[in-house]
């Protein structure tokens, strides 16, 4: 007999080799009906595979994102099914789910593609296969095996895969008349796939790899219920209506031009102020919480980023050296900003008094992302990073934690992002061979985040083996107004560089000790933040924020000068906007401010002149009456505190 423990705590005995249906069948028949997969001892597995040791387990359904991820995973392998049925011949690479559907790599050969148009005849045929209910049986093979299975079947991708990997770890899955090269886990069988949607094709390097053939890419995604499919097509058309790369043109905020270079943004004057206005936000913020603003430059010396191990990490795929006239004399540009921030550490003896050291920069990193990755400013080559780094005592940890946590939430409050979640990312302790530094400050640090997080009652997930090998770390995930699932704010722990560096301080009995380094970035990139938050706020942007918060639009020529002294009044109080003086009907400025998604509209006429007030209208919302011109600065400014202040 094994012990299973259950999430709730509660333990139940089972037969050696019961399985996760077994356990959820002994639950409830519907949690029977409903599993998809199972976690076991953190493991996400198939359902009908036998376990064989006292384990803790957590039945998987679509309410659960990794119950989703198998659900989708084994929708790919669906997909392929059908495409071998309908393309004869057809080549596959890799298929895995991603965070809203699936993909798939495919080779046609020569003279076949695949568009749009094909789109509902393979997805009439993924249907029709699932309809067969076919079990996805999973088999272990000898690496011998696989690769006579491969060849035969004539599929390179795949004997390139099984290059890789090491005899004893290949499995295969197999549904109806398809085999597949796969680590799992899948849901037992193809019933559950009701609803089926191809969204794209597009195409990809086989491996990532410019250098490789390029093969087609098809995207899908597939739900248990039709209902579910129709409302995730209703987000998809919102999305594409809040689309930032659409938004951001029309807003006139940001361009990008093919002479400047791909991926590298050009900040028009509208998108500046808002840009500006985050920068200014966060400065003030990091100036109260204690931190010290210093500049570093554009480019460094290739050997600070052979010390720091960025050049191991993004030598090769990124930016090329720049060669100075000196022979031999290469610089880089900057892929990270914690190297310089290391050297400024450096550049005089510290204490423990010193400490904690905070040091920020609004700094612009350089990393050559491939040209099919490049999405509008989510990912671009150049960003500006709100970095900072902490440099502590390991005591300092926790309570530097929590203050990082507190200016992430005011950030989130500020703008409105409120559905958001914690990953506490720790160290595999079935594998600490792949991370630095000592079991004592490993068990500090990550307690001290798990404590942190606790104090400030995030909602959190934790995840074994999904530290960076140099420390823990916690990630905040945000949904936006689409439900869309962002990485925004980081908070990380760092040995490596404070020890690649040699960084010190004395401590209290003379002997010297390495800081601790955490790196903290609340927006992440500023062009990627603002990219989120377009497409959150559908470029609605929070008042204090909004780069126009209004615009003065007189009726007719001869309330202009009125409307001049109500710009300018508008202008000594510190609000952003505009006048529109266009010999246009008031009815076409209006409009046109609306489709701005300016904020105010004050409209001026004669009654306006002759009692020195304004009609107001609010974007989206219509008129509001007539004020004074005071009376709207203090309403005004009132909304703006309580937005920032109030938070």
Known sequence: MIDITLPDGSVRQFVDGATGYDVAASISEGLARNALGVRVNGEIRDLHRPIMQNSAIEILTWNDDAGKNTFWHSSAHLMAE??????????????????????????????????????????????????????????????????????????????????????????????????DLCRGPHIPDTSPIKAVKLLNVAGAFWRGDEKNKQLTRVYGITFPKQKELTEYLERLEEAKRRDHRKLGKELELF??????????????PKGTALRERLEQFMRRAQVKAGYLPVVT?????????????HYEKYGADSFQPIKTPNPGEEFFLKPMNCPHHC????????????????????????????????????????????DAHIFCRPDQVKEEFIKVIDLVLYVFRALGFENYTAQISLRDPENKTKYIGSDENWALAESAIQEAAAEKGLPTVTELGEAAFYGPKLDFMVRDALGRKWQLGTIQVDYNLPERFELEYVAPDNSRQRPVMLHRAPFGSLERFVAVLIEHCAGNFPLWLSPEQFAVL??????????????????????????????????????????????????????????????????????????????????????????????
């Open 343 to 386: 050297e400024i550490y450096k550049t005089k003896p510290r204490s423990y008094r010193d400490l904690p050291l905070r040091l920020a920069e609004f700094g612009t990193v350089y990393r050559y992302e491939q040209s099919g990755e490049l999405h509008g400013l989510t990912r671009v080559r150049g960003f500006t990073q709100d």
């Open 255 to 268: 361009a990008f031009s093919e002479k400047v270079g791909a991926g590298l943004p050009l900040w028009l």
């Open 554 to 647: 007189p009726i007719s020529e001869k309330y202009q000068d009125y409307a001049q002294q109500v710009y300018d009044r508008l202008v000594q109080a510190e609000l952003r906007g505009s006048l529109d003086s266009r010999d246009e009907k008031i009815g076409r400025k209006i409009r046109d401010a609306e489709i701005a998604k300016v904020p105010y509209m004050l409209i001026v006429g004669e009654k306006e002149q002759e009692n020195g007030i304004v009609s107001l209208r609010k974007h989206g919302e219509g008129d509001l009456g007539s004020m004074p011109i005071e009376a709207f600065i203090r309403s005004f400014n009132s909304q703006v505190a309580e937005m920032i202040v109030g938070n």
């Open 82 to 179: 059908a495409l071998e049925a309908l393309y004869p011949g057809v080549k596959l690479g890799i298929g895995p789910a991603i965070e809203n559907g699936f993909y798939y790599d495919i080779d046609l050969g020569e003279g076949r593609t695949i568009s749009t148009n094909d789109f509902p005849q393979i997805e009439q045929k993924m249907l029709e296969l699932a309809r067969k209910k076919s079990q996805y049986e999973r088999r272990e093979v000898p690496k011998a095996e696989a690769i006579a299975y491969f060849t035969e079947k004539g599929d390179p991708y795949k004997l390139d895969l099984l290059e890789r990997l090491e005899d004893g770890t290949i499995s295969f899955y197999t549904q109806g008349d398809f085999t």
């Open 297 to 309: 430059p554009h480019i460094g010396s290739k050997e600070l980023y052979v010390t720091s191990g």
